[in-house]
Each structure stands twice: as structure tokens, then as C-alpha cells.
């Protein structure tokens, strides 16, 4: 018996067994794109050094994690009914809810690809520190600016990724899913909000997400593009 997409994708809490995955994916994912290109140019030659790094750095974040802050996975299909193989990780879904607060926003951000820049890893050889320092200072300001100053509760879209072997088969859609049905459990009208690479653009379109700001963070290369984000909500605010 085969079975559909519907009933492959199971979507769950991450734990901390999934956390070699959760680097394989962080790292497969975000490679291939602009960004990541420009702030670790030696990744190719340091792959396993930059792993290892990462995976130490976030399994400390792990252990710390807000009830704020919701890490959602998802595992590799089951093909019939019959596969009883490893269930390994494939999709990654980072949310957080974010308050007014200053305090609990200082809390909120987990692995977003600027900060995973600056996870104890930044004097790793496959890493440019000089770009690294440039592109985060930016970056910062553009949180601050698009996210962390709203004056209203928000359920913000940290991280939404797929292990590239496993590309279209609807796992952001899966994840996209769950957090609109969790923004609805918290209560009132909630605004979704998340800051999209051109990569990511398309799905959070198709999904319903509207274009508010475009923004850019500049290259410190003359021969290098800039980068280009999107500030996406689903949802009002009551006050800007």
C-alpha cells in the first residue's frame, strides 16, 4: 500500500536526539544561497569543521530554549506502510512569539540564519569574520526595525527549512500550516510575521502572506550583489 503526502508527513516537536540532523539540514539548506555564500566562502574546504562548531553551539541553545519559542521537525516519509527504516529529519520550522516586552524579545530569536552566523563559530576557518561583522550589524538593525519594535504580540517566523534531497514535497507548506492553526490557538487576531530571501518568497506569496517593506543589506564587495529581504505579515497590526 502507498501512501500520499497527506499521510507521510508527520510533523512533530524536535528533541535533542535530532539535533545532527537539525546542523545537516541548517547548514544543506542555507548553503547553496547568496548569503551563505558571502559569509562562509571556505565552507566547501571546512564543511565538517563548521559542523561540528554549529552543533555544539546549538545543542547549548537547545538547553535554553523559551516556552516562546516552538522547534517543529519534520521526518523523512514512510513510503508504505511496511517502511520500518531510520526516521531521519528533513524539514526544520522555527516560531516564536514574540511580546513587547523587551525582555522576552531578548529571548526570542533561535538559530535565525544572521544569529547562527555569530554561534561561537565566527573565527571558524570556513567563515569570513570581516563579513560576518557587516552583514550581522545590518541585519540586527533590520530585526529591530521590522520585528522586535512592534507594540503587539506576533508569532514570528524564525526559520522555515528543507534538506535540499527532500525539496518539494510540501514540507514548508506543512509547516507554514501548522503555524497558522497555532496562531489561531493563541487567541484574538494574532499577525504572523516573517522576513523572506528571495528563495523562500514565492511559498509565503502562495500562502497568503503580504509584501509590506523591501530591504536591503549591502555587500561589502564591489563585485557582489546585494541581499534582498522581504518583511511578510499575515494579519493586522493595531499599532505600528
Known sequence: MNLGPADYIHLRPAVEADLDDLVTILIDAFAPGPVWRYIFPHLDKYYDSLWHCFRTEIAQEFDHVPNTTFINVIEKPKHTIHDFGPRRVVGIGIWNLLSPNPQVQL???????????????????????TRVLHYAAQADRADRYYIRNRRQDQFYLNMLA????????GFGAANLDWGFKKAKSLGGNIPITLLATPAGWPLYDKSGFESVANFTITSMDDDMDDFWFEYMRVGNFTNE
Open 107 to 129: 529571548q526570542s530569536t533561535f538559530l535565525s540564519e544572521a544569529h547562527a552566523a555569530f554561534l561561537g563559530c565566527n573565527d571558524n576557518p570556513a567563515v569570513n569574520q
Open 162 to 169: 528543507t534538506h535540499p534531497d527532500w525539496d518539494g514535497h
